[in-house]
């Protein structure tokens, strides 16, 4: 008797010590492909500059290699700009990323999250749950609030619970398990929408991270989150930068911002404001996905902002009714380069070299941001071609 129980605890104790050993050359190898991210990244584009409260804003120019493709000469033929926020409408904040009890790591009640989401004034809410959809009956939804039906998908490697999450959206059920682009495709085919969440994540023993290698292989998703209760903001917001400039305006990828709610006080971390049509009623799943499919609205941690294009200006200012005073807007070309930077609100006339423009918005009081989706910068065919 003696003898089996020795041998099991040594089984035991071997079995413990190969488990470590496993985690600890995941962690290592995960580690690796970062640090040759970071260096690969190094140089390509610096997050843009920040002010520290209350500072004087600083215009430095972060160092940026040339943005891909060619680089275009000054404007000789008609330029054309395209703005994302066309068009009439107003604004309505929603919420792409919350967990309930049905996820292990959430600790509030699914109805209970929708109710404290409609109470701040949210016109729609994604429950992403892990690995699940989770649904309410249509009488627990609160009034003026659109559930949009969602989940975390585990995009698992090397073995459960490790890997990447993506948040699928407008989805009825969760994912089959298949490789990365498979993970997409299946959810373009169910009619949803992918979001890469909190890309540099280090958790799951390091396994959390989309690096750019992946995510520039990988097609058919439109959002990817660069802030939340989870993200490296600053690396995130490089990162997503740096795939635009090399997807290009035929391949999409509008910037998200959520909360990754799992309890009470995670609530107004980040959250999108869509530009919607209609007034008054709350926006149809119908009009949240188009404008989600089409950029109709931008990330925020805070700051209300109206980013605009008006012939070939790029706009930006603190939203009606919003103050101004202590607000930065920083706007940035493809290359990385900021070309202006504007106290209380501005405009920044385009060239024609830009690739696109992008406009973060900064309150340098709290140090809460605001990003625009890009406008994308081109010339106009020319008649004779
Ligand atoms: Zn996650
Ligand atoms: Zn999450």
Known sequence: MAGWMQILVS?????????????????????????????????????????????????????????????????????????????????????????????????????????????AGFAALALTDHDQVTLLPPGQVPAGLTLIPGEEDTVIEPVWPLGRHMVRLFVAAPNRPASPQGRIDQTCTAGGLACMAHPHWPGGLGSGRWLYPELSALRGYHLMEIHSRFSITDEDVALWHR??????????????????????????????????????????????????????????????????????????????????????????????????SAHGGGALELEGDEGFVRVEAEDTRTGRRAWSQPFWVRMARSRHA
């Open 11 to 119: 089984a035991a104790a071997g079995l413990f010590v190969l488990a470590v050993l496993l985690a600890a050359a995941t962690a290592w190898v995960q580690e690796r492909r970062y640090r040759r991210d970071r260096q690969q990244n190094a140089g390509w584009i610096a997050p843009a500059p920040r002010s520290a409260p209350g500072a004087p804003d600083s215009v430095a120019t972060p160092a940026g290699a040339p943005p891909a493709g060619n680089p275009v000469r000054r404007a000789r033929r008609p330029l054309v700009a395209v703005n994302p926020y066309e068009g009439e409408g107003h604004y309505v904040p929603v919420q792409l990323h919350a967990h309930t009890t049905r996820s292990r790591d959430g600790a509030v009640e699914p109805e209970a999250v929708a109710a404290q989401y409609a109470a």
């Open 243 to 340: 795939l635009l400039a090399t997807r290009g305006p035929e391949n999409p990828l509008w910037c998200v911002a959520s909360d990754d709610f799992h309890r009470p006080d995670h609530l107004g971390w980040g959250w999108i404001m869509v530009k919607t049509g209609a007034s008054g009623q709350p926006p149809s799943l119908e009009v949240l996905k188009r404008a989600l499919r089409s950029g109709a609205f931008y990330a925020t941690s805070g700051p209300l902002v109206r980013f605009g294009l008006e012939g070939l200006r790029v706009e930006a200012e603190a939203a009606a009714g919003q103050a101004s005073r202590g607000m930065v807007f920083r706007f940035l070309d493809a290359a990385g380069q900021v070309r202006k």
